[in-house]
């Protein structure tokens, strides 16, 4: 396990280093953020 103290409720209360804009995800290698990229979408639906 971890040392980490971090919280897993589905509240949407902010989480000790949280992810995303509000702070609300997880940072967890348990697979909880699977997915999550900081950095902004660049699809673009007309060009697929």
Do not use: C, R, W
């Amino acid at each position: 396990m971890s040392d980490q103290n971090i919280s897993h409720d589905s509240d949407g209360d902010e989480k000790p280093n949280g992810l995303g804009e509000d702070g609300t995800i997880p940072d967890s290698d348990d697979g909880v953020a699977v997915g999550y990229d900081p950095d902004a979408s660049t699809f673009e639906p007309e060009e697929d």
